[in-house]
């Protein structure tokens, strides 16, 4: 079975500092990855996902399948990103329509 | 295109009682996905649907059953309720090939007393 991991429930930053926020997943075979944010009485949104390779909002985040690693990155953090951010995968297979989402990671970013 | 919306917002019931949530997706799209969302358990998927069947199933108990329509209207039921289904029901749309991107809804908030 599948299982993504965020290993940090907090993160605080400073305004204009780098962050990175950690994710990572077992899976024997090839998932597609994604990250999803959740502001403040807002519904979940998608903020990117591996396949597009986009940079959305200033976030990157890299597939490393050697690590089975998707860390989310930002250069240059800003208050407006405070936010929850979950990772999540889908497998493939008969896995349809079936998102396994990490527990979160509260972002604050402080002015 | 208009976004996934769901009905109701907000639910109050007793424990024992059933209760049915909707759900429509974005124009087009002919999947349908619930998922559980609680402080403890985090994000965890219950079901999707697609072209009025399910086609996938998360580990929640027989009580949790859910239906779609014909225009891709979504419906989840539960029955005999119980204290610890306190929860935010959410419902994700897609067009329902394999690994697309899900959109979601704003979610039905259930207290159960």
């Known amino acids: 079975a599948q299982r993504v991991t965020q290993p940090e429930k907090l993160l605080s930053v400073f305004k204009g500092a780098p962050v990175e926020l950690k994710c990572n997943y077992s899976y024997s075979g090839s998932p597609e990855l994604f990250w999803y944010v959740q502001y403040s009485r807002q519904r979940l949104q998608l903020l990117l996902r591996h396949i597009s390779r986009e940079s959305i909002k200033g976030f990157t985040a890299d597939l490393n399948k050697g690590e089975t690693s998707f860390h989310l990155k930002k250069p240059f953090a800003q208050e407006e990103d405070s936010a929850m951010y979950y990772c999540?995968?889908?497998?493939?297979?008969?896995?349809?329509?079936?998102?396994?989402f990490g527990q979160g990671t509260i972002l604050t970013v402080h002015p | 295109k208009a976004g996934v919306t769901q009905t109701p917002r907000y639910l109050i019931k007793t424990r024992g009682q059933q209760v049915t949530l909707s759900c429509s997706p974005i124009?087009?799209?002919?999947?349908v996905s619930w998922y559980q969302q609680t402080p403890g358990q985090g994000l965890q998927f219950l079901f999707e649907y697609f072209s009025e069947t399910q086609r996938n199933k998360g580990n929640f108990p027989g009580r949790f059953s859910g239906r779609q329509f014909s225009n891709s209207r979504s419906e989840m039921n539960v029955s005999t309720l119980e204290l610890g289904d306190s929860a935010l029901y959410l419902c994700a749309s897609s067009p329902g090939q394999g690994k697309d991107t899900q959109y979601f809804g704003p979610g039905t908030r259930l207290t159960v007393l």
């Open positions: 999540a995968l889908i497998a493939g297979g008969t896995s349809y329509g079936k998102l396994t």
């Open positions: 124009s087009g799209h002919r999947s």
